[in-house]
């Protein structure tokens, strides 16, 4: 049984920081390409930044430069600099053998419960 856990959420005011962090456990290998997924109401989860077992990573245009997604051991980290109030969202963090389309939500078939980040004004 895969699971993965999100915490580091939370509110912050535009231009503040958070640091996301996905701990994996179950089947689930360092081999694994891992995922930061966002979703708001009404709309599809969207592929935030990914990172596979070699260390290299993929960034959605909007968060490029400003998240940075990195592992370490079991946990996957997603540093968020700069935040906006377009990044309010529920987070997930999420996992797949193999991502040759590593910010595509359909690939992946382990996925973590969300964790809430509220950009204010």
């Known amino acids: 049984q895969a699971q993965l856990v999100e915490s580091g959420g939370g509110s912050v005011q535009a231009g503040g920081s958070l640091r996301l962090s996905c701990a994996a456990s179950?089947?689930?290998?360092?081999?694994?390409?891992m995922g930061w997924f966002r979703q708001t109401p009404g709309k599809e989860r969207e592929g935030v930044a990914a990172i596979d077992s070699g260390g290299w990573t993929s960034y959605a245009d909007s968060v490029q430069g400003r998240f940075t997604i990195s592992k370490d051991d079991t946990i996957t980290y997603l540093q968020m600099n700069n935040l906006k109030p377009e990044d309010t969202a529920t987070y997930y963090c999420?996992?797949?053998?193999?991502?040759?389309?590593?910010?595509?939500?359909?690939?992946?078939?382990?996925w973590g419960r969300g964790t809430e980040v509220t950009d204010g004004s």
């Open positions: 179950g089947y689930i290998y360092m081999t694994y390409c």
């Open positions: 999420a996992a797949v053998r193999r991502c040759p389309d590593p910010l595509d939500r359909s690939q992946y078939n382990s």
